[in-house]
C-alpha cells in the first residue's frame, strides 16, 4: 500500500503534468472535497472541482510551496500566476487512508491581476 507522502506526491505531479484522469488513481471513490463552493463527492466531484479552478486561473503555472505530512494527514500550500489572474493564498488539506486520499480541503483566493 502506498504511504500518504506517495499519494500526495503522485497528485501533485499528476495536476502538474495536467493529467487528471491520472491522478484520479490517489482518489478513493467515495472521496468528500469541502470547498469555499461547496461539497464535492466521489470522482465526478474531483472532475467538477478541477473544472472550477481551470475556469478561475485556466493553464496557469502553479507553484508548491509547502508540504506537510504526518500520518494520514498532508497540507499543502500553493501558489498560481495566469496572464488574468492569480493565487496567493492556496492550502489544501488531505486524509489519506488505504493508499488513496479519502477528505480534501480547498481553499483559495483568486485575484485579478488589474
Not at 500518504?4 to 468528500?32: C, K, Q
Amino acid at each position: 500500500m502506498r504511504t500518504t507522502t506517495e499519494v500526495v506526491h503522485d497528485h501533485l505531479m499528476r495536476r502538474l503534468e495536467g493529467d487528471l484522469d491520472a491522478d484520479l488513481r490517489n482518489y478513493a471513490s467515495d472521496i468528500v472535497l469541502l470547498t469555499g463552493s461547496g461539497v464535492y463527492r466521489g470522482h465526478e466531484g474531483v472532475r467538477a472541482c478541477a473544472a472550477e479552478l481551470d475556469r478561475l486561473v485556466g493553464s496557469g503555472t502553479f507553484t508548491y510551496a509547502e508540504t506537510v505530512i504526518d500520518g494520514d494527514y498532508g497540507f499543502l500550500e500553493w501558489t498560481a500566476d495566469h496572464e488574468d489572474s492569480m493565487v496567493r493564498d492556496g492550502a489544501d488539506s488531505f486524509v489519506i487512508q488505504n493508499g488513496a486520499i479519502v477528505m480534501q480541503s480547498i481553499h483559495y483566493t483568486v485575484r485579478s491581476r488589474e
